[in-house]
């Protein structure tokens, strides 16, 4: 099993920067791709951005491209997810995901197999 606990959630005004973190421990050697996916309230959970943990390849969303970036720490076991320039449709519960086969079809939330609890971002205008 593996475990994902997410961290860097808050509030921010709009334009500004916040950083999330997700560690993952268990059986951390059968995870190829890692990211996240957020839900706002009346809305279906969409794919935000992830990395492929083999090879470093990441995937964004069109609405995040250019704002937000992944990364992944050095154990490759912790993902990063960078947001800057914040919008108040940003808000969102943002969940932590991995699987255990690479990135192809990323948006599918379906085909992860771990999620982390969620950790509330919050954009005012």
């Known amino acids: 099993q593996v475990q994902l606990v997410e961290s860097g959630g808050g509030s921010v005004q709009a334009g500004g920067s916040l950083r999330l973190s997700c560690a993952a421990s268990g059986y951390t050697y059968s995870i190829e791709c890692m990211g996240w996916f957020r839900q706002a309230p009346g809305k279906e959970r969409e794919g935000v951005a992830v990395?492929?943990?083999?090879?470093?390849?990441?995937y964004y969303a069109d609405s995040v491209k250019g704002r937000f970036t992944i990364s992944q720490g050095n154990a490759k076991n912790t993902v990063y997810l960078q947001m800057n320039s914040l919008k108040p449709e940003d808000t969102a519960m943002y969940y932590c995901?991995?699987?255990?086969?690479?990135?192809?079809?990323?948006?599918?939330?379906?085909?992860?197999?771990?999620w982390g609890q969620g950790t509330q971002v919050t954009v005012s205008s």
């Open positions: 990395i492929y943990t083999g090879g470093g390849r990441t």
């Open positions: 995901a991995a699987r255990r086969y690479g990135c192809g079809t990323w948006w599918r939330d379906r085909e992860y197999n771990y």
